[in-house]
């Protein structure tokens, strides 16, 4: 058991060539807790300085790394993944006050999974294999797939260590070393994550975690000419910055950004199943997760139906302290955000959007009273292609529509720039066939939301994303592949 400190640290530190370190500027900015508006800690605001230390340090790591043993590799990230689970506890409440979350939440769903992520692709490593393209009696072709060199991973603060490493364990698995920063909202488990890298014995240099904003540190990350691939985590506004720096500059990039998605419910649906499962796929995380189901489509013949109970269920849940193991919903996870998300609901109404439930702010009692909680919000009677119908919110809204038949339905859920996930509630299969080939995503549930197993390609359609990543997709990405061609 790592003898790990409960107390946050004042200051989180860079983690470069295998040292804690301040920022070169020695400037910081506020980190604050969501649920309760108080600055807690302070983020360095790192520059292109700190961002050059860590790729020569990387480099300095890389040929050692990308040579060693995959079961040196395997060995190492399991233990990562060994040591987060056994300081969850520790983990989990980082993320809570960084988030806002409930704490429930991070300690089921944002901490195991960083754990299983790290130990997946710890088997990843091991089980690698490239391809063979026989021609015949007179020649063969082979495959080879070498680590890319330094790598770049940047990711969000919805699932803040969940994302992280969801980049960071297959880059490493493949060989590369990294040059990473998380969200500059929720810092706080990536400082700890570098102290349990310390601790398993990953050596000096192969994970270089830097902490900073976007513009200073992020873009920098993204135009350093010797990271070679980019993968990132973010909204869609960020990765058209991000490719167009690393088009012209011929990197690999991997996008997975923002999503509207579309939750399509049919009359013939299990009901019972698809109103739980629907009341977690709105409001889940305060409806800060990517896949979540923001428009909520309903045949006409249950639409009264399904209102009346969606509301009754939502209307039922708590929202409060992210401490306290009754709240269903925590804090949004800022200030800023909390304001966007006001605005979108006023946006709403300004549109001739009905406030069927929720709509304002909540002011819990005790030590939240000044946090930023928002009411579970429902909404009805806007057009499929107004602006809340069509941009991303990604806050604890959702809109609610109805259709006739399975054409509209579809019409209604492609109806959208964006093509990340959809779910799809129906006991006619053929029909579940059917609507998955057509709706525009790159991830379909049927019956079922946020079933994830790790092997499965992840990524989006149109402006939710380039590339995929899971699995192999992600450890192709981080490799280079060259065929050699023999002939006999
Ligand atoms: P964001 O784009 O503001 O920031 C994401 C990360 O990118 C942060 O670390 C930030 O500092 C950095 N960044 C911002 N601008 C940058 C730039 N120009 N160059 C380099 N780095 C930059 O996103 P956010 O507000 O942190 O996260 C919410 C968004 O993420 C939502 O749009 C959500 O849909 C999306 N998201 C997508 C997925 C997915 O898998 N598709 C998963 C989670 C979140």
Redesign the pocket.
Known sequence: MLNMNLEIPQHIENYIGGAFMAPTNNQYFDNINPATSEVYSHIPDSTATDVQLAVVAAQKAFPAWSNASSDFRFRVLNKIAELIEENLETLALAETNDNGKPLWLSSKVDIPRASENFRFFATGALHFSSESHSMGNSAVNYTLRKAIGVVGC??????PLY?FTWKIAPALAAGNCVVA?????TPMTSYLLARICKEAGLPDGVLNIIHG???N???E??KHPDIKAIS???????GK??AAIAAPMFKKISL????KNPNIIFADCDWEKMMRTTVQSSFANQGQ??LCGSRILVEESIYEKFKADFIARVQAMQVGDPLDENSKQGAVVSKVHFEKVMGCIELAKQEGGTILLGGKAVQPEGRCANGYFIEPTIIENLAPNCRTNME?I?GPVVTIQSFKTEDEALQKANASEYG?AATIWTQNISRAHRMAAQVQSGIIWVNCWLLRDLRTP???FKN??VGREGGWEAMRFFTEPKNVAIEF
Request: glycine share 18%.
């Open positions: 940047i990711s969000p603060w919805n699932l994302l920063k998380p969200s500059e909202v904003n976007g513009p540190c992020g873009s990350i993204v990132f985590t973010g909204s869609t506004r960020a910055d991000i997975e950004l923002g999503g997760i990517c991303e990604f990340l992840f990524g989006g939710s994303g």
